[in-house]
C-alpha cells in the first residue's frame, strides 16, 4: 500500500501539542478559497505545462508522466505556480514503512505525528495502518481533518489515533457551499461525534473580514455544541498564499483585531472556556 505525499515536516510546533512531525497527503474534496496549499487540492493530470517551467531542468516528461528529480530541484515552487490544476509535480508515493522510516530516526525528538493534507482522509486505510506502528512507538497520532468524510466509519482508524483537530468553516450551509465548494452535513456530525467519543483535540474556524453576519453565526453554533473545554481556535484570515480565485471573493486584506476580539467574547459570554486567537 501506498499514499500520495506531497511532503512532510520533520518538526512541526503548530499541528497540534508538543514536537511533531506534520504528513501532508495529496488531494482534498473541498476547494476552499482561501486555502494556503492549493496545490494539495487535486492530482497530477501529467499536462506538462510545468516542465516547460521549470527554470533547473527538475521536471521531465517521460512516457506521459510528469517525473519530477529531487536532486535538480531548488524548491522555487514554479511548478506549483504554473499549474492550473491545482495540483504539484513533487509528490512522493510512499508506503507505511518508508514513512516509519522517517519517524524512527526523529522519534526522540517529537511527541507524535500529525496527518495533514489536502485531506488526510483520503487515505483513511493507509493512514489506519500507520498508526498502529506509530502507536508501538509510543508516540501520538493526531489527524487535521475538514470533517468531509465520517470519522464514525473508521472504527479502525479511530482506535489508533488519538485525537483530531478538526475544521468548521461555516455553520451556515449555503456559505459553507460559496467557501468550499461542498456542504457541511458530514462536517458538523463529526463535530458531535468526535467529542462523545473524546477524540476532539480543537475546533478552527477562519475569520473573514468582510462576512461579520455569516462569521458571528458559526461561532454561536460551534460554541453551542462544543464541549467549553476543548479548544476552538479563531484564526484570521490572511491573503498570503491564496490562490486569485479566493482574493478575488475574500480581498487582500487581513481580519482585524477589533472583529476576532468581538467575537471570542461572544464566545466567552456563552460560557465557551478555551479560545486561542491565531
Not at 237 to 247: A, D, I, K, M, N
Request: aromatic content about 8%; proline content about 3%.
Amino acid at each position: 500500500m501506498k499514499a500520495h505525499v506531497n511532503r512532510i515536516i520533520e518538526f512541526s510546533n503548530v499541528d497540534g501539542p508538543g514536537n511533531r512531525m506534520a504528513i501532508f497527503f495529496q488531494k482534498c474534496p473541498f476547494k476552499c478559497l482561501y486555502c494556503h496549499n492549493p496545490e494539495t487540492i487535486n492530482h497530477c493530470i501529467n499536462c506538462g505545462e510545468c516542465v516547460k517551467t521549470c527554470p533547473v531542468g527538475a521536471l521531465e516528461m517521460i512516457e506521459g508522466k510528469v517525473i519530477w528529480h529531487k536532486d535538480k530541484c531548488v524548491n522555487c515552487d514554479t511548478c506549483i505556480h504554473t499549474c492550473k490544476n491545482l495540483a504539484s509535480p513533487k509528490i512522493d508515493m510512499l508506503s507505511v514503512d518508508d514513512i516509519l522510516e522517517r519517524i524512527i530516526y526523529e522519534k526522540d525528538f517529537i511527541q507524535g505525528i500529525t496527518v495533514s493534507g489536502g485531506e488526510c482522509m483520503e487515505s483513511a486505510e493507509f493512514i489506519t495502518e500507520l498508526f498502529k506502528e506509530v502507536k508501538k512507538l509510543g508516540l501520538t497520532c493526531f489527524t487535521d481533518s475538514n470533517g468531509f468524510y465520517l470519522f464514525e466509519d473508521y472504527p479502525e482508524l479511530l482506535k489508533y489515533m488519538d485525537y483530531c483537530m478538526l475544521d468548521v468553516k461555516a455553520y451556515d450551509n449555503d456559505f459553507h457551499k460559496v467557501l468550499c465548494g461542498r456542504d457541511n452535513t458530514n462536517v458538523l456530525r463529526n463535530l458531535k461525534y468526535l467529542q462523545n467519543i473524546n477524540k476532539l483535540y480543537e475546533v478552527r474556524t477562519v475569520i473573514l473580514k468582510d462576512h461579520k453576519e455569516e462569521n458571528e453565526k458559526t461561532v454561536r453554533e460551534v460554541v453551542k455544541h462544543l464541549n467549553p473545554d476543548i479548544r476552538y481556535k479563531l484564526i484570521k484570515y490572511r491573503p498570503f498564499g491564496v490562490r486569485e480565485e479566493g482574493l478575488e471573493i475574500l480581498g487582500h486584506s487581513i481580519t482585524d483585531d477589533e472583529e476576532i476580539e468581538r467575537l471570542k467574547k461572544i464566545a466567552t459570554d456563552l460560557g465557551h472556556r478555551n479560545i486561542i486567537i491565531v
